[in-house]
Every structure is written in structure tokens, then in C-alpha cells.
């Protein structure tokens, strides 16, 4: 065999194993996925993992009724395409049990995968600054795909804009030290709960699992209720 078959043939060999280990990773990664989904309790029932008291301070981004008996404590990241999917959800509960659940958002920005979801912890935590934390909240997980890409900066700066913020205070704010630190100690408190991965829920201390639906949620709220 000449020199050129052979390079040809070797080639083909390497792209063929290529090929073979590209699909036998895509499998391992939708057995994975499947697996995880699977193992989700069909009726929703809470899944504790950890207990731990879990103190809400009087500067806390909160919905609902601060006396409420269930409260529902969120560590999410701005980033996390999986926190863009339950904040819609979280919309629709919240409407529903305002008076009978208090809600808690706190940060966990994951740096180490996502570029972006500190600064727009502190976007979201300057605008709150001008009474519009949630409405950047809004803003933020509706366009995540849009400015996870790049550009965030521009993108933070021009739905201050069109909230309406005062510009300069925006600008200083988000630069503060103090909103840095509220962001830190956040996702300090997470790390203390021994989070791993967003989002976590927590109900009145106690770790659930995710559940997988509005409705799968809603039944998780209704035990809790039932219970007290």
C-alpha cells in the first residue's frame, strides 16, 4: 500500500473512532439525564437532603407574607439556564399562596461555569436599590439567553434604562463594595447549607428535591400546608 492510501486510510480510522466516541458520549449523557428525571418522585412529595435553620434577615428580597408558616427559600444564579425555567413557576405560585407562603431569593452565582451571573446578581441588587429588584429579575432570566452570549455589561445597563432607574446611581451602585459584599454573603450562606448546584429549594430548613412542574410544586406547598 502506498504512503498516500495509507495516510488516507488512518484518517479514516481516527474520524470513524471520533465518531464512535462522540455518540457513545451523547448517550452516556441522555442515560444520565434520564436517569436523573426518573428518579424525581412522581407525586411530588419533598425529598429532605439537609436540615438546617436557615435565618431571614430583615434586608432579604422576600414575596408573600412575612407570617406565614411555609417559608420557600430559592439559591439561584442568574445564569443557570435550570433558574430560568422555575422563575416563571415561582411567578405562578407566588400569585397563588401570597398569603400563606413567604418567598426568599438569595444568590449562588456559579463563576466557575458562568462568566456573567455575578454581574447580574449585582444588576439585579443595584436595581433593587431603586425599588426594582424583582422587575430586573424579570428582565435578566427573560433575556438570559440573549446576554449569557456576551455583552452583558451593555445589556444590565439598558434594562436600568428602560426601568426607568436613575442612571448614575445605577452605575455607582453596581460598582459598590456594599452590593459585592450582599452578593458574597449570600452565596456564603449557600455554601454553609452545603449547596452544590442551583436551584435550591428549601422549605422552612429543610432541603427539598426539585420538583419537575408547576403542579409537581404546588403539591409539594399543599403538604407542607396540610402538615402545619
Known sequence: MSKRKERIAEKQKQQKMRTIWISFGVIIVIVAAGVWWLTIPEDGEPVTETTAEIRIGDDEWT?????????????????????????????????????????????????????????????????????????????????????????????????????????????????SDEIFQRVERSYNSGMRLNITSVPSFFINGEKIMNPRTLDEFRAVINRWLEGN
Open 63 to 175: 414575596l408573600g407574607n412575612a407570617d406565614a408558616d411555609i417559608v420557600l427559600v430559592e439559591y439561584a444564579d442568574f445564569q443557570c439556564g435550570a433558574c430560568a425555567y422555575y422563575h416563571p413557576i415561582l411567578k405562578e405560585l407566588m400569585e397563588e399562596y401570597d398569603d400563606r407562603v413567604l418567598y426568599v431569593f438569595r444568590h449562588f452565582p456559579l463563576t466557575s461555569i458562568h462568566q456573567y451571573a455575578t454581574l447580574a446578581a449585582r444588576a439585579a441588587e443595584a436595581a433593587g436599590r431603586q425599588g426594582k429588584f424583582w422587575e430586573m429579575a424579570d428582565l435578566i432570566y427573560e433575556n438570559q439567553p440573549r446576554w449569557s452570549r456576551g455583552n452583558a455589561p451593555f445589556e444590565f445597563t439598558g434594562y436600568a434604562r428602560e426601568l426607568g432607574l436613575d442612571m448614575n446611581r445605577f452605575q455607582n451602585d453596581l460598582n
